[in-house]
């Protein structure tokens, strides 16, 4: 070889062979139609900032795989090429982004770069190179030019540049077509973010039916959030040209700070700049996993809703179950299918199955060994079922649930208390308080406020704090994007100016008194009334009922009661649904089923303190100490909600400003504060900036609230 045509320098890529493209409205890659179950990915680490590593994307990949999540939009640029690499080689979907954003200039015509010739070149070169560096790999099946932009005719010569050098991927813009005098084309994907589910299904269902909807954002996931998650993927399972969408976002974008004592928080806007300078706050902490990738509750959920196979009930009574492959390109033959037969949260019988037969996009029965299934009268039967991984993988370790649901044989139904006490039952009062005695057991409430003051079992105090009514919850990021926290302010204030009207008291039997408390509210024009029936062996039947006649009021955050137990009642046995925190508008994830903790594990450490640790349709719940003295809360009409932490809602609840607290900012308390509740609101996600939860989770003053629970001693 001559020096003329001696290699200079040389390089190689792997690549692969398929298919992208847009057919009959719907996103085809290898002539198959796909859902996208994706998120957006910040380049982020906490503690070299967007800088990350070979490691960094592995775990992210990893962790994404674990939790069904299939696809990657790189927001708003083209990322580190290794990135393409792995996900070539794992298998994740790309929208390869541009990094072109620019929406602080407007997105009117007049104030748009995207309408201004100057910028036509700058425009068309990032799109380009981008396209450019990023063909060769099959991981990438959608370019997108960029993000909140604007548009004009700068988007339309990018989509020309991007189709004459790689005409085979779709591309994708979201601004593309709005507020824009440009007619012709430029987007082969209708991404509109945060579009609402109302929304989409009015003004867009059945309009075009050439391009696929694909959400480029949705599902806020700031703090405490994705709540209806479940509602969006509703949507897109019965819509064929609806697939799929992109959360906002991954990762929580704090970087580790320090307090003087060395405790490790997430910072974020106003921890670094002085006070004058301009911040987001905490609006670069929107993700679902913490910066150190710790999953945040509402993962569990986002799980659950991507999952790629699901169980149906066919036939119970004789154990047949359906099950259904959402892939698109595997059977179900790598997956184990465990069962279990529960009774009131006890398992009862399990088994395992292959899933033969089951090829992708089909679904196929199968008949579980339940063998003679004999309902018992008043006991609550659940069957679980787990996908399981059963191949050797590098990234979802064996035996890994993929997969899984719960299905209902019986419906919950009130408890009878067939059993009552024959113990014997004193009374004492004075103008203040209402004394009661019977076996093992003190109670005393207050005549000036309706309240049970005090609860001794074995003369050891279990009421920290007495037991009121309570509205009233820590404000999530969503509620002050919404602006609850001044909204609803008149519930947080409610109990302030509460006085009683009635109080009295009847001995029923010589084992049995019911006392009576009426309260008035007066900013809400309402009245609670409290009934408790109390038994000579310290059981206490508490019946509550709420109403509100204040015109207009705004939704209710909460309504139920609360109360504070000594810091050692720290042991949680529960019924109902966990173990993760759930809400009722994020609670499909969470098994109703029998579970063993603690109050400090109730916790979660949102980086932006706020409401957490909540649970639903819970049947019972018990507090106790190491020697098994404690209580037993049972619910009576319907299943009930509660929280129990060594913190109060006020330790989450910094008024009506965020104040840039975290983690450090709270510090458990020596006591435990529990709340039961008849409701709590949702936590809503369709952003963070003034959707509220979706009415069916939402609360108002226009009915009678009515809801009853059992208080039960636990003694060893």
Sequence with gaps: ????????????????????????????????????????????????????????????????????????????????????ELCDEYGIYLYDEANIESHGMGYEPKNTLANNPEWKSAHVERTSNMVERDKNHPSVIVWSMGNEAGTGPNFLACYKKINEIDGNRPVHYERAEKMTDVKERHTDIIGDMYRSIESVEKRWIGTDSERPFIWCEYSHAMGNSNGNFKEYWDLVRKNRQMQGGFIWDWMDQGIAKYTEKGERFWAYGGHFEPKWVYNDGNFCLNGVVDPDLTPHPALYEVKKVYQNIHFAAVNLSKGIIKVSNEQFFKNLNDYQIRWELLANGTVQKSGEFTPEGVAPQSEKEFTLDLGDLNLNEGTEYFINLFALQARKSELIPFGHVVASEQLAISKFKTPKNNLISSDLISIQENADKLSLAGKDFTASFSKKSGAVTSYKLNGYELIEDQLVPDFWRAPTDNDFGNQMPERCKIWKQAMNDASIQEFTSKQISKSEVSVHAKLQLPSIKGSIELTYTIYGDGKIDVDYSFEAKQQKLPEIPRIGLQFKLPQEFNNLTYYGRGPQENYIDRNTASFIGLYQSNAADQYFPYNRPQENGHKTDVRWLSLTNQSGLGVKIIASSEPIEFNALHYTTSDFDPGTEKLGRTTADVKEHKFVEVHIDHKMMGLGGDNSWGAKPHNPYLYYADKVYHYSFTIVPVIK
Aim: a positive charge; glycine letters at 8%.
């Design 1 to 84: 070889m001559n020096k003329e045509n001696a290699v200079v320098e040389a390089t190689s890529i792997k690549i692969g062979f398929r298919t992208s493209e847009i057919k009959g409205g719907q996103l085809l890659v290898n002539g198959t139609p796909i859902l996208l179950k994706g998120v957006n990915r910040h380049e982020h680490n906490p503690y070299f900032g967007h800088v990350v590593n070979r490691k960094n994307m592995l775990d992210d990949i990893r962790t994404m795989k674990k939790f069904n999540i299939n696809a990657v939009r790189t927001c708003h640029y083209p990322n580190d090429p290794l990135w393409y």
